[in-house]
């Protein structure tokens, strides 16, 4: 029926979308703002998560670090070869050890050996340095270096225990867990908790990385060396649409259960980390894709080195780089393989501290300064543990 003069008009296509822009923007806007990923660690903490548990958490002070990269040195480099030099070492060289002496499986502590290496004061701090680290001593006014740290565990695995969680025997949730269960992350497609395996899983096992009495998605996902850090990433023969219709029917099982028998960790922690795997299958290959990465960079953090390990060490470096841009928690990278042990020298120390050195130093002065020029260095406490297994310092 046609009214004449008081017919609406039509319009076409362009006029439509036209006169619609604002509100097709306005779709797109809440549906990014229901995203964590998306927005700052301010209002993030406000939104809701999707997930569950791992949306960013508004905190009872200003964070003055957003992101943690734990560089740990396993075995424990010698304090009085690197940051904290012993002059009465010097002194006493080649005599028997004067000093009392805590029991351990070692009977026998030998004569006392002055370091093989000479320290250096470095920066305006005047930080002393020894050689063994000559390029992370050009970054000695960004160092933070404490000596009065100690153990009460001479043994590894329960060292390991104790630095990762606070207690000396396994079970409790570890500093990695922690952080994601009071942050929560910034990071939707990826691990609030990752570890990067140099080559080396640290006495003590996976447990040094676990979550505890927390649930479980907040423990920590290890990431292999290689060109697949993530086992069945890509399952062949398996369609994106078969992947994601496999995540609809177990959220719809898990439905079920829950009705049937309420919450259950167990199963919360399998779904959502069956949608977790789902997303990072296309964001993990874009992350481990260091091609797009310059030249130059790559330079600086050793990968053209021609010492194997240099070149392993540097890349878990610039992998934990683009993890922390990425919004990822806590980052935590373990050693290389260097000969047949990590920086647990209990002989051949010159040869064995060298070659570790070598290994991890250039690319751990890379990562601050790399850090410092994207203007992530203020947002990232980068920790680095250089001794370990000490009952209690040795006097000046």
């Given amino acids: 029926m046609h009214c004449g003069p008081f017919e609406r008009p039509r319009h076409n296509r ?6 619609s822009a604002q509100g097709f923007g306005g779709i797109a806007l809440a549906s990014l703002l229901s995203d964590p990923s998306f927005v700052g660690p301010a209002s993030a903490a406000i939104v809701s998560d999707p997930d569950g548990t791992m949306a960013p958490q508004r905190t009872h002070f200003p964070a003055r670090a957003r992101n943690v990269i734990f ?3 396993d075995g424990g480099v010698s304090q009085v070869d690197s940051f904290d030099p012993k002059p009465q070492l010097a002194k006493e060289n080649g005599q028997r050890f004067k000093m009392k002496v805590q029991p351990s499986q070692f009977d026998n502590p030998g004569n006392v050996l002055q370091s093989p290496w000479k320290f250096r004061q470095y920066g305006e701090s005047g930080i002393p340095i020894s050689d063994l680290f000559p390029h992370v001593a050009q970054c000695a006014d960004d160092l933070c270096v404490i000596r009065s740290m100690t153990s009460a565990f001479p043994e590894h695995t329960n060292a390991n225990y104790f630095l990762h969680t606070g207690h000396g025997l396994q079970g409790r949730p570890c500093m990695g867990a922690w952080t994601a269960y009071g942050l929560g992350t910034e990071s939707h497609n990826l691990p609030g908790f990752v570890v990067l395996n140099g080559g080396l899983i640290p006495p003590g096992g996976v447990d040094c ?6 649930p479980a998605t907040f423990q920590g996902s290890i990431f292999k060396p290689g060109a697949t850090p993530v086992a069945d990433l890509a399952p062949p023969g398996e369609s994106p649409v078969e992947r994601a219709r496999k995540i609809a029917l177990l959220r719809t099982l898990e439905g079920g259960i829950a009705d049937r028998m309420g919450q259950h960790d167990a199963v919360e922690s399998a779904i959502a980390n069956y949608e977790l795997a789902f997303r990072m299958q296309t964001a993990v290959p874009e992350l481990m894709d260091i091609d797009s990465e310059s030249k130059s960079v790559q330079e600086a953090y050793g990968l053209f080195d021609k010492f194997e390990h240099t070149r392993t060490y540097g890349h878990q470096c610039l ?27 209990h002989r051949d120390l010159l040869d064995g501290h060298t070659l570790n050195a070598k290994a991890v130093d250039q690319p751990i002065a890379a990562l601050l300064k790399d850090l410092k020029s994207r203007f992530l260095f203020n947002d990232t406490a980068t920790i680095e543990i250089y001794t370990l297994s000490l009952h209690a310092p040795l006097p000046i």
């Fill in 319 to 345: 992998v934990a780089r683009r993890l922390v841009e990425r919004g990822v928690r806590f980052i935590e990278l373990t050693c290389p393989r260097v000969k047949a042990d990590r920086w647990d020298q």
């Fill in 209 to 214: 990385f676990h979550n505890g009495f927390l």
């Fill in 14 to 19: 362009r006029e439509m979308l036209s006169r």
């Fill in 71 to 73: 560089l740990y040195m």
